[in-house]
């Protein structure tokens, strides 16, 4: 019993450092590659806007598969009785959406593609954790990258 | 996902119309599905990897891997049907199982101009 009490209070503690810092660590990523990408353009979209350019099109993707930590968990079960907003959870999901499109923006980056049309999202639940709370998410977002003709020469 | 062997001229996109080009036959629904699991070692480091929150990458490898296939049998499919681009395409996910994923990509075949 007494061993189940530490056991639980060390997974706690170490969650929460552990989790809190990689946390902290992947919005400083995502806020600086969000700059970085802030010339492609992703849109809901699905008309070109008509600048008379000409564009070939692909499909391109970003997945990411993100976890929450023990404590956070146990935050959402306490929340989960007395009902509210569960912060935990909601920067989970934000961090893998904007993760996604993060991705998703470099692939079309790669392809010298300046607008990627029609984004569409999908979240699945991969991972129960014990019970029937969410372990963790995966998103993919993908869309259309439209690659002016001009710079095509090369690819 | 960039570049598929074999998909040099299938356009694959998820728009309804293309700028600039026209639908010539609509050839039908096409579809690929992929179902798939990592070995114990991922699903161990992946539970791991839960108690502390953070990216698990077995997992965003293993649902790429299993979207890369899915979209070749689409790519094939359309082959055989004659298209020479896919338009509308949707994907899909379902988890069958603990640690087991479903993934299925459909769109609608076509030749274009």
Known sequence: MIFQIIIFLVLMVAGYLIGSYLERRHYRSIIQREAQYRNVVAVASRQLPDDGAEYTQRLVTGNVTVSVDYFKRFLATLHNIFGGRITSYESLLDRARREAILRMKAEAAALKSPLVLNVKYETASVYKGSGNGIGSVEVLAYGTAMIPKASNHGV | ?113
């Open chain 2, 1 to 113: 996902m960039a570049e598929r062997p074999g998909s040099e001229f299938m356009l694959i996109s998820n728009l309804e119309v293309i700028p600039d080009r026209r639908v010539v036959k609509h050839l039908g629904l096409v579809q690929g599905s992929s179902v798939r699991a990592k070995h114990v070692g991922r699903d161990i480091m992946a539970s791991i990897k839960n108690l502390f929150g953070g990216e698990l990458v077995g997992y965003t490898e293993l649902l790429s891997e299993s979207r890369e296939e899915a979209m070749e049998r689409l790519t094939a499919q359309a082959t055989a049907v004659g298209a020479n681009a896919v338009l509308n395409v949707r994907f899909s996910t379902s988890s069958v199982a603990q640690g087991a994923a479903e993934i299925y990509v459909y769109g609608t075949a076509v030749i274009l101009e």
